[in-house]
C-alpha cells in the first residue's frame, strides 16, 4: 500500500502534462480542468516536494472552482500529495471530506490507514490538531454534507 | 516505492525470489478493481465505486516452485483517467486486459486498449485477456469462442472469469506469472534489461527502476 505513497512519476511524463497544461494556458487563457488535473496528478507523484506542492495549489484551484462530478478525485490526491510531503493532518482532513461524499470508499479508507502507520513511524501519533487544521477541516465537512445532500 | 530494495534485505531475507510487475485495463465497471480485490483478499465487493486513479495490492503466489511476489497496479478505466494511467503500463511483466462478457461494448474496445498495451509494454510482456463475470450466464453478451478467437489471433493467453464467485481468478494471475516465469527461463526475457518488470531478489537488492517508473533510489518501507 505505502507503494502508493512512493511511486513517483516518469520525468518525461511531468513534462508532457506540464507542456499539455501550459500551451491550453497561452493558447486558451486557462486550462481545462482535464489538463489541470492531469498535470496535478503528475506533480503529487512527483520526487520534489516543491513539485508537489505545486500540485497541491493545482488540485485546490480545482476543488473550489470545477467540476462539481470530480470532487472525489481533487480529494483524494490532495490527500496522496499532502501525505508525501508529511503533511498527515492535512491529508488526514481530505481524506474524510472524501469519505462525506463517498462512505467507506475503499481507496479512501486503504489511503487513511497506510497514512496513520506513517505518523505512528514518524511518532505523530497522539499530537494535537492544531486550530487552524480544524476550522479548515470543519470547512471542507461541510461542503462535503452540501455535496452529499445535492445528490 | 522499493520495499524490495536495499536496507531491509540485510536484516530480513526475502520469502519470495522473484518481483512481477502486473497491470490490469480495461474499460470501467468491467470489474478489474473486483478481481484484485477477490485475488488479493479473497473477497467479493458487491458494490464497488469507480477507482480513482489507480490502485495497487500485492500477493506472494507460487508458481513453477517458485515464490513469487506479484504487484499489481489496477488503473482506472474511466475515460478521464487514461492520459495518466498509460505512465503505469511501463515495466509491467504482465497485463491483464478485461472486458465483461455481460457487455458487448466492453469487448469491442479490447482493440483499443491492446494497441496501447503493446505500445507502452515491452514485447515480453505477457498479455492476458480476461472475460469477467462469466457467473451472469443469462446476460452473457459475447460467447467464450468468439473471444477464445479474439485472443488466438493476437496471441494473448485467455480465461473466463467471475471475481463475484472466485472461479478461475487464481488461475488468471498465476496463468500469467507461469508465461512470465518461463521467458525467464528460456532466456527470452533480459532480467537485466531496464522495464522487464522482473525483479530476481537474492542477488539484486538495488534495481528498482521497474517499479518506480524512474529511477529514483526510495527508502525501504516494509509492505
Ligand atoms: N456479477 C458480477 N459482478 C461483478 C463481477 N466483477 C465485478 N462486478 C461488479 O461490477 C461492478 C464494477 O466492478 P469494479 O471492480 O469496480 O470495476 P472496475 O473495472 O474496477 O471499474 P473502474 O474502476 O471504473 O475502471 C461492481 O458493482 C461489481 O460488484 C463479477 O465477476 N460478477
Ligand atoms: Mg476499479
Redesign the pocket.
Known amino acids: 500500500m505505502d507503494y502508493l505513497l512512493e511511486e513517483t512519476v516518469p520525468m518525461a511524463d511531468l513534462k508532457k502534462f506540464e507542456s499539455k497544461y501550459n500551451d491550453e494556458i497561452q493558447t486558451q487563457g486557462r486550462a481545462s480542468s482535464t489538463a489541470q488535473f492531469e498535470y496535478a496528478w503528475c506533480l503529487v507523484r512527483s520526487k520534489y516536494s516543491a513539485d508537489i506542492r505545486k500540485g497541491i495549489l493545482l488540485l485546490e484551484d480545482l476543488f473550489k472552482n470545477r467540476d462539481e462530478s470530480a470532487k472525489q478525485d481533487y480529494l483524494y490526491y490532495l490527500a496522496i500529495g499532502n501525505a508525501r510531503i508529511k503533511e498527515y493532518q492535512t491529508s488526514l482532513k481530505y481524506i474524510r471530506a472524501l469519505l462525506q461524499i463517498q462512505p467507506g470508499n475503499r481507496q479512501a479508507t486503504d489511503l487513511e490507514g497506510v497514512v496513520k502507520k506513517k505518523m505512528e513511524r514518524d511518532g505523530l501519533v497522539g499530537m494535537a490538531v492544531v486550530g487552524g487544521a480544524t476550522l479548515a477541516f470543519g470547512a471542507l465537512v461541510g461542503v462535503g454534507i452540501a455535496l452529499a445532500k445535492s445528490k | 516505492m522499493a520495499s524490495a530494495s536495499s536496507s531491509s534485505s540485510s536484516v530480513t531475507p526475502y520469502n519470495y525470489s522473484y518481483i512481477f510487475k502486473y497491470i490490469i485495463i480495461?474499460?470501467?465497471?468491467?470489474?478489474?478493481?473486483?478481481?484484485l480485490h477477490q485475488f488479493t483478499e479473497k473477497k467479493?465487493?458487491?458494490?464497488?465505486?469507480?477507482?480513482i486513479g489507480v490502485e495497487f495490492g500485492t500477493r506472494i503466489i507460487e508458481v513453477s516452485g517458485q515464490k513469487i511476489k506479484l504487484q499489481i497496479w489496477?488503473?482506472?478505466?474511466?475515460e478521464r483517467f487514461r492520459a495518466v494511467t498509460r505512465s503505469y503500463y511501463r515495466g509491467a511483466a504482465g497485463a491483464l486486459m478485461?472486458y465483461d462478457v455481460t457487455r458487448r461494448s466492453t469487448y469491442n474496445h479490447l482493440s483499443s486498449w491492446l494497441t496501447d498495451a503493446r505500445n507502452l509494454t515491452n514485447p515480453n510482456t505477457v498479455i492476458f485477456l480476461i472475460g469477467?463475470?462469466?457467473?451472469?450466464e443469462a446476460q452473457r453478451d459475447v460467447t467464450y469462442e468468439e473471444a477464445k478467437q479474439f485472443a488466438e489471433e493476437n496471441g494473448l493467453a485467455f480465461l473466463e472469469?467471475?471475481?463475484?464467485?472466485g472461479e478461475k481468478v487464481e488461475d488468471a494471475f498465476a496463468q500469467a506469472a507461469k508465461h512470465i516465469f518461463q521467458s525467464i527461463q528460456d532466456g527470452s526475457l533480459d532480467l537485466n534489461a531496464a522495464e522487464s518488470g522482473v525483479q530476481h531478489k537474492p542477488s539484486g537488492g538495488s534495481k528498482s527502476h521497474s517499479l518506480t517508473h524512474d529511477s529514483a533510489p526510495k527508502e525501504s518501507c516494509n509492505c
Open positions: 480495461g474499460d470501467m465497471g468491467v470489474g478489474k478493481s473486483c478481481l467479493f465487493m458487491a458494490d464497488c465505486p469507480h477507482t489496477d488503473t482506472a478505466g474511466q478485461v469477467n463475470k462469466c457467473d451472469l472469469t467471475s471475481a463475484k464467485t
